[in-house]
């Protein structure tokens, strides 16, 4: 019985779990921001060599 309490009071692995849930929306963050500037980027190179063909 003893062990059972010992195990319920441990809060490392529940730290963790925290540390890794942040992480995780940290990188869903990053990853639909260089996807939003990547579609940018994109449209401004295409714009800058239609430009410049036209020249």
């Known amino acids: ?3 059972i ?3 319920l009071k ?3 692995g529940a730290t963790a779990i925290e540390y890794g849930l942040i992480a995780a929306l940290i990188a ?3 990853i639909a921001a260089m996807k939003g500037i990547g579609t940018q ?3 401004t190179f295409s714009n800058i060599s239609s ?3 036209a020249s």
């Open 28 to 30: 869903v963050a990053a």
């Open 41 to 43: 980027l994109t449209t």
């Open 10 to 12: 441990n809060s490392k």
């Open 51 to 53: 430009n410049m063909k």
């Open 1 to 3: 019985m003893q062990k």
């Open 5 to 7: 309490r010992n195990f």
